[in-house]
């Protein structure tokens, strides 16, 4: 159902961007999000965009992650400037629909994509 894409490897200080597509439906009434996981960690949340426009970030990220996404194609963006080797994850990419308490809630969200490796190194 969803589709990420544009992980790989880049240096400390570089950027990146994700996508995150729609594949069999355009999730035009649900909540997405971003989340992240390293080897031997929980899975992490980034970003999410609630269906009524609102951002949220995590801690982590703000101020060098934006979340984006493009009305026509229902695909969102994941721009990430300043990256850090602390920042090497699989990103996924999550949509349902989700009550604001638990817009940062891994559990709060049914669809997911298999993931795009992100790797930040010198």
């Known amino acids: 159902n969803l589709v990420e894409s544009g992980g790989g490897l880049v240096q400390p200080g570089g950027s990146l961007r994700l996508s995150c597509a729609p594949s069999?439906?355009?999730?035009?009434?649900?909540?997405m999000a971003w989340f992240r996981q390293a080897p031997g960690n929980q899975r992490e949340f980034v970003a999410a965009?609630?269906?009524?426009?609102?951002?949220y970030y995590g801690d982590s990220v703000k101020g060098r992650f934006t979340l984006t996404r493009d009305s026509s194609t229902k695909t969102m963006y994941l721009q990430m400037n300043s990256l850090k080797p602390e920042d090497t994850a699989v990103y996924y990419c999550?949509?349902?629909?989700?009550?604001?308490?638990?817009?940062?809630?891994?559990?709060?969200?049914?669809?997911w994509g298999q993931g795009t490796q992100v790797t930040v190194s010198s």
């Open positions: 069999e439906r355009p999730f035009s009434r649900e909540d």
């Open positions: 999550a949509a349902g629909v989700v009550i604001l308490s638990r817009t940062r809630d891994v559990h709060a969200y049914t669809y």
């Open positions: 965009r609630r269906r009524d426009g609102h951002l």
